[in-house]
């Protein structure tokens, strides 16, 4: 089982990123799927979930209308496009997959216990 994170990076406030997260050893399309993110010394904060079919997604209030999370279920990856991006986005951002109940968004980004797998984080550092 493996979930790969990549696409962060520095980039000045305002800008933009795109992360993917790529999975494989097992069945991707069973899973739900949840960016975390965490700054060290601070709590890890849920950002953004998504459904196994994509049906349904949810964002944290911190990143609403700036942050947007797809899946390709025929490739196995997730992504988190991060627009208009803010110093209080920097933080090392995890992708987690745990299932099969999907639960409401709100629950899934407040219980990082319900999920099984977690890929190793990318960094992600905005300048101001």
């Known amino acids: 089982v493996q979930l790969q994170a990549s696409g962060g990076g520095l980039v000045q406030a305002g800008g933009s990123l795109r992360l993917s997260c790529a999975a494989s050893g097992f069945a991707f399309d069973d899973y739900h799927i949840t960016w975390f993110r965490q700054v060290p010394g601070k709590e890890r904060e849920g950002v953004s979930c998504?459904?196994?079919?994509?049906?349904?997604?949810y964002y944290a209030d911190s990143v609403k209308g700036r942050f947007f999370i797809s899946r390709d279920n025929t490739n196995n990856v997730v992504y988190l496009q991060m627009n208009d991006l803010k110093p209080e986005d920097t933080a090392v951002y995890y992708c987690s997959a745990g299932g099969p109940d999907y639960y409401p968004g709100r629950y899934l980004l407040q219980n990082a216990g319900y999920f099984s797998f977690w890929g190793q984080g990318t960094l992600v550092t905005v300048s101001s």
């Open positions: 998504i459904s196994n079919s994509g049906g349904n997604t």
